[in-house]
């Protein structure tokens, strides 16, 4: 007969993540799946190494356009490796809502099935009931059990292609934060919580006492990376922008951060490919992205055109307000070795970029929806 055990999350000394760690232990496995309602960056860290470890295996089911789900949780999940399928219902007040956490060998198959999502509340913090299972699979019953848990979510793409998203790549992402599918964690959200008021009743409703668990140490670090120049202290939101280019790693060249002390920096960000493999570098920047600007023929330089742009500047959720940037444009460096063509030239950014603590951080550009004017974010 299957093991049946019971996780009562706050009212027992357990939390859904060490139950949901020790599936991760399986001998020999063979696939892994987790199916969740809501996703926060949060929630994704708790397993993050478990799942970079069995990525080749794991595959995730994760509910989006629900107000919750967040595009932070999201990359970070898709940055694992696992399979990651979005799951979005197209209707109003439906949303994809299981909370399966599943491990199988040839032998054997833990889960954990219940109420808890990947959120840092759904395995620490909130008040969550779930059923721990071990299936034997050598038993016919058991083995039939486990199929008709598996199969919905197999026949899932089959039978609701328009209404599944497997993530191919970062921009996915940003395009689904964009269409208000995904949420952006970095933007305050009004949500009743702490010492509330009941309503109708004129009395006080004290904080319920809990083991509540954090956020993690990475996030906060995160969150206080600020050079030192801050005009302001708003975060912006994504929403109403178009991803146009993506630099996954920045480096001293990019932050203008010579490697020795003598070495002058050469004061540009050059417009390369970054991730976008599929775009021609030499004319994508000039043709496409900044094709609307006004651009003019440099004086000195009959080949090389210039033009002056408006961008905002947001390092770690902090906006640094707008500066008027120059773009330059010289055909001649491609060199017939398909080089980079166009450049940002940081001038009084450069104050605000330089920063160690910014190296290996991702950079994307942004044009603002219908304008010519763009937004650099660090983070």
Same mark, same amino acid.
């Given at each position: 007969?299957?093991?049946? =055990?019971?996780?009562?999350?706050?009212?027992?000394?357990?939390?859904?993540? =060490?139950?949901?760690?020790?599936?991760?232990?399986?001998?020999?496995?063979? /696939?892994?799946? &987790?199916?969740s309602a809501f996703i926060t960056e949060e929630g994704v860290s708790k397993i993050e190494n478990?799942?970079?470890?069995?990525?080749?295996? $794991?595959? !995730?089911?994760? +509910?989006?356009?629900?107000?919750? $789900?967040?595009a932070q949780g999201l990359l970070r999940l898709y940055k694992t490796g696992a399979q990651v399928m979005c799951v979005d219902t197209g209707l109003n007040g439906v949303i994809f809502h299981p909370k399966v956490f599943l491990g199988k060998s040839n032998t054997m198959c833990k889960i954990v099935v219940g109420s808890a999502n990947l959120t840092l509340g759904g395995l620490h913090n909130n008040i969550e009931t779930s059923t721990k299972i071990e299936l034997d699979l050598s038993i016919l019953? /058991?083995?039939?059990?486990?199929?008709?848990?598996?199969?919905?979510?197999?026949?899932? !793409?089959? *039978?609701?292609?328009?209404? &599944? &998203?497997?993530?191919q790549n970062r921009r996915e992402i940003i395009n689904l934060?964009?269409?208000?599918?995904?949420? =952006?964690?970095?933007?305050?959200?009004?949500?009743?919580? +702490? !010492?509330? *008021?009941?309503? +109708?009743?004129?009395?006080?409703?004290?904080?319920?006492?809990?083991? &509540?668990?954090?956020?993690?140490?990475r996030r906060r670090l995160r969150r206080r990376i600020r050079a030192t120049h801050a005009i302001q202290s708003t975060t912006p939101t994504?929403?109403?922008?178009?991803? #146009? %280019?993506?630099?996954?790693?920045? *480096?001293?060249r990019h932050l203008?951060?010579?490697?020795?002390?003598?070495?002058?920096?050469?004061?540009?960000?050059?417009?390369?490919? +970054? $991730?976008?493999s599929e !775009?021609?570098?030499?004319?994508?920047?000039?043709?496409? #992205?900044?094709? =609307?600007?006004? %651009?003019?023929?440099?004086?000195?330089?009959?080949?090389?055109?210039?033009?002056?742009?408006?961008f905002e500047v947001v390092v770690s959720g902090s906006s640094y307000g707008e500066h008027n940037l120059l773009v330059s444009y010289n055909p001649a460096f491609e060199s017939?070795?398909?080089?980079?063509?166009?450049?940002?030239? %940081?001038?009084?950014?450069?104050?605000?970029i330089a920063n160690e603590n910014l190296l290996g951080n991702e950079l994307n550009l942004y044009r603002k929806t219908g304008t010519n004017t763009f937004v650099i974010e660090i983070t």
């Open positions: 007969m299957p093991t049946i =055990d019971f996780i009562t999350q706050q009212f027992q000394n357990v939390n859904h993540k =060490d139950s949901i760690l020790e599936i991760f232990q399986i001998a020999s496995p063979q /696939e892994f799946l &987790i199916c478990e799942l970079i470890t069995h990525a080749g295996i $794991s595959r !995730v089911y994760i +509910g989006i356009a629900n107000g919750i $789900s967040s019953e /058991e083995q039939q059990a486990l199929n008709s848990l598996l199969e919905p979510f197999n026949d899932l !793409v089959t *039978r609701f292609p328009q209404n &599944i &998203i497997e993530i934060l964009n269409s208000g599918k995904l949420i =952006d964690e970095r933007l305050r959200r009004n949500v009743t919580s +702490g !010492v509330a *008021r009941t309503r +109708g009743a004129g009395q006080i409703t004290p904080r319920i006492n809990l083991n &509540i668990t954090r956020p993690g140490i994504l929403i109403g922008l178009e991803l #146009v %280019w993506n630099l996954p790693e920045l *480096r001293r203008q951060i010579p490697t020795n002390p003598s070495t002058h920096s050469t004061g540009v960000l050059s417009l390369t490919q +970054g $991730s976008f !775009v021609d570098q030499t004319t994508y920047f000039r043709r496409v #992205v900044f094709e =609307d600007c006004n %651009w003019t023929q440099d004086p000195t330089n009959p080949n090389k055109e210039t033009t002056t742009i408006t017939n070795q398909r080089n980079y063509t166009t450049s940002i030239h %940081w001038g009084n950014v450069r104050n605000i």
